[in-house]
């Protein structure tokens, strides 16, 4: 069955509610980093702004927990606290359902219900729910969003610890699933350690041998990349030759590896400064119209609380936004929607044999 964007339902301005309504108000700023206050927050859902008598204008590329600024120009953006400066108007109000002149829509999308009695077993995702729909609809998602959407990846280094997993991953770079990738410096160290010495943290990627002296196979992995120069280099010169790192970048795939207090090395690509890292996930995470995160919960988290629960596009107009959380733990898929990304969806497997299942998935139903 081919996939269908759900229908948007916008607000019905010219009901008493809206007609009634104030212009938003906006305050200036009078610190860096700091807003008036009162400000509103911005949440994951649509949300309408009357700049003026009778314009209700949504923003255009939100995200939770920041401040709408009026520009210059009269458009709307969103901006971290971080990024305000002295003068930047911000709006102000914490009512949302027009009293301030800002309406938060939360019923947006005409998305199924599930009508569920009182009393009814496996509510909750646990390790014994069924996960077969949830694949065949993730297989129509993706073959639409191929040619149609922006598919941002997530990944943690477990991605890269199987062989099958790895070249099922680069296959799904090179027919088109994958158009950004968010990751850290393990992710990139593990997958250039199985390029140089088919070894994961010391370990074959297939037989799961440990090999001798294997401890230092990633530091091996990430002094050699550092001798080069960058991973571009290393590959350029043909050191490495595969893996999901050769893929993303050959393919010109945009990718951030943002880097964290434990890493090792980094490698020459790993941006060291938080928030520079976070900024650049943004830049990504603006276009993302689904999101697939595999078994990297603080990764995750992050990246879902940059994504809204819709998008404004060209093609479809406002159009929700998916976001798959993979992992082994109940805690791990969990833990985002209680952070509340309501449209996230989980699945509980080993992320492995997600990615395997997925590319054979995609092959044998489209080709």
């Known amino acids: 069955m081919a996939f269908t964007i759900p229908s948007y339902n916008p607000p019905d301005f010219t009901t008493p509610q809206f007609t009634g309504a104030p212009l938003t108000v906006f305050k200036p700023a009078t610190d860096r980093g700091s807003a008036p206050d009162n400000y509103h927050a911005t949440s994951i859902f649509p949300e309408y702004f009357q700049t003026e008598k009778g314009k209700w204008t949504i923003l255009q590329e939100s995200r939770m927990d920041c401040v709408v600024v009026k520009e210059p120009s009269g458009r709307l953006s969103v901006k ?9 108007l911000v709006a102000i109000g914490r009512r949302e359902n027009g009293e301030d002149g800002i309406f938060v829509h939360t019923r947006a999308f005409d998305f199924p219900e599930d009508t569920v009695d009182k009393f009814v077993f496996r509510t909750k ?22 040619t149609d959407g922006f598919v941002l990846w997530v990944l943690g280094p477990a991605a890269v610890f199987d062989r099958d997993a790895r070249e099922a991953f680069e296959a799904l770079v090179d027919r088109g699933y994958v ?36 401890h230092y196979k990633h530091l091996d992995a990430i002094n ?8 571009r280099e290393a ?9 999901i790192m050769r ?30 890292a976070q900024d650049r996930m943004r830049d990504l995470a603006r276009r993302a119209t689904t999101v697939i995160a595999l078994a990297t919960q603080l990764h995750t988290i992050a990246t879902g609380n940059m994504v809204p629960s819709y ?38 497997t080993n992320v492995q044999d997600f990615v395997v299942t997925v590319e054979r998935g995609l092959r044998k139903r489209f080709g």
Not at 208 to 213: A, I, N, Q
Not at 327 to 346: I, P
């Open 179 to 214: 158009h950004g990738m968010l990751a850290g410096n393990a992710l990139a160290v593990h997958d250039i350690e199985g390029a140089l010495f088919g070894t994961a943290l010391g370990q074959e990627i297939y037989s799961k041998r440990s090999v001798e002296l294997g």
């Open 125 to 146: 995702i646990t390790r014994e729910t069924s996960f077969s729909i949830d694949y065949d609809e993730l297989y129509d998602l993706l073959e639409y969003e191929r």
């Open 80 to 88: 971290e606290f971080r990024h305000l400066k002295p003068g930047d």
């Open 311 to 348: 998008i404004v596009t060209g093609k479809a107009g406002v159009r929700p936004v998916y976001f798959y959380s993979v992992d082994m733990s109940e805690f791990a898929v969990s833990k985002l929607a209680n952070r509340g990304s309501l449209t996230a969806r989980s699945i509980l």
């Open 247 to 276: 893929a993303v970048i050959d393919k010109g795939i945009p990718y951030v590896l943002a880097g964290s207090i434990r890493d090792d090395g980094p490698l020459p690509e790993v941006i060291e400064n938080v928030y520079e």
């Open 224 to 231: 050699t990349i550092r001798a080069q120069g960058s991973i």
């Open 235 to 243: 590959i350029d010169r043909k050191m490495v030759k595969d893996g």
